[in-house]
């Protein structure tokens, strides 16, 4: 594993552990737990790290079912790819689903980062505006049954307040915003500082039309003004935007894999949007 990926996947995990209410040791890695917030799954999982130690599938179920009893779902994440996919071919006809994370650096000079006046700092609240708009038009549905993409918000809103961070939105010069992300700085990370770009995105009847570059390239301005070591981003290895990142100077580095088993459903709730956080 290459001292980038290490760092990257570190600073992802130290998110998630300061925002989880529980964060278990086990052999091998840890297990997160929020209560308040049970049917999400990067705060309720298995993080299993690299090393030696490896988990076939039946392991890999195992250990979910003794440390996620109680949850209507079981989700263990590999920072070993090689493992991780051992385990998804094990598992893959027992209803376990697999995603693909690559982790991505930026290989470019932070500071050369050409602005766009599209994009400006945003506060808290318009960031929790444009998610709450953001998901609630990608899944009405589901929203207006169960609550979920309230949870979903503020399971970011409880990111942003544990790990310090800054949003940034772009939208047209005096018009509405319309897309954002978010800058998570975490000042100590094997000795680096490392900044990491999360929670992009953009209203439906606005992409296409560079918005959230304009928003990404804002973070990656102000990281390099925070004097990051690393600037690093997190996508899912089978959609668009590690394309969109890569045309930013983003590398990939490695990959996390993630697997998941749905067991049952909080009262009307949707797979779609669940399983996007």
Known sequence: MTGDLRDALAAERAIRCRAARE???????????HPDLDDVHFLNAVL??????????????????????GLGHRHV?????????????????????????????????????AADE??????????????LEGLRLEAPEVDARTGLVERLVATQILLRATTPSRCFGAGDPGGRLASMCTLFLDEDVNGRRV??????????????RGLARAAVLAA?????????????????????????????GFVP?????ALTRRLRRRAGASDSVAGDL
Do not use: H, K, N
Not at 221 to 247: E, F, H, K, N
């Open 77 to 113: 994440a590999f920072d070993d790819e090689a493992a991780g996919e051992r385990a998804a071919a094990e598992l893959a006809d027992r209803g376990w689903e697999r995603t693909r994370t690559t982790f991505m650096v930026l290989g470019a000079d932070a500071a050369t980062a």
């Open 118 to 131: 599209r994009a400006r700092p945003i506060s808290a609240e318009e960031m929790q505006s444009l998610q």
């Open 23 to 33: 964060v278990t040791p086990i052999p091998g890695g840890l297990v997160l737990g």
């Open 48 to 69: 299993l790290d690299a090393g030696p130690q490896q988990v076939d599938g039946d392991g890999v179920a195992t250990l979910a079912d003794a440390w996620q009893a």
């Open 253 to 257: 580095v490695g990959r996390q894999i």
């Open 220 to 248: 990656v301005a102000a990281a390099a003004d925070w004097s990051a070591g690393l600037i690093a981003v997190a996508a899912d290895s089978d959609d668009w935007p590690q394309l969109m990142y890569a045309r930013l």
């Open 195 to 208: 900044a990491t770009v999360a929670e992009v995105g953009t209203l439906p009847d606005q992409r296409g």
